[in-house]
């Protein structure tokens, strides 16, 4: 069975960074594309970045230049490092994984403060 846990969320000002951990379990890590969503209050969830098992990656331009996505096979974990906050990224983060199939895990939120 397949389970995704997001850690790493939490409170922080403007400017600030947080790292986010997705643990993948169920044998299908290092064969899925992985991503992260996010679900701001009263809005529809929206992609984030998303890394391939090839290695390339792809952002939303909202996010470009401040967060990365990276992936540690031997780990099953998958991070997306957040720099330069902004209120506006304030939402719950889901991690999601593509194999066949789409899994998520039941999210983390993130405030950011202004």
């Known amino acids: 069975q397949v389970q995704l846990v997001e850690s790493g969320g939490g409170l922080v000002q403007a400017g600030g960074s947080l790292r986010l951990s997705c643990a993948v379990s169920?044998?299908?890590?290092?064969?899925?594309?992985m991503g992260w969503y996010r679900q701001p209050p009263g809005k529809q969830r929206e992609l984030v970045a998303r890394?391939?098992?090839?290695?390339?990656?792809y952002y939303a331009d909202s996010v470009k230049g401040r967060f990365t996505i990276s992936r540690d096979n031997a780990k099953n974990t998958v991070y997306l490092q957040m720099n330069s906050l902004k209120p506006e990224d304030t939402a719950v983060y889901y991690c999601?994984?593509?194999?066949?199939?789409?899994?998520w895990g039941l999210g983390t939120q993130v405030t950011v403060s202004s």
């Open positions: 999601n994984a593509l194999y066949l199939a789409n899994y």
């Open positions: 890394i391939f098992t090839s290695g390339n990656t």
């Open positions: 169920g044998n299908i890590f290092s064969i899925a594309d």
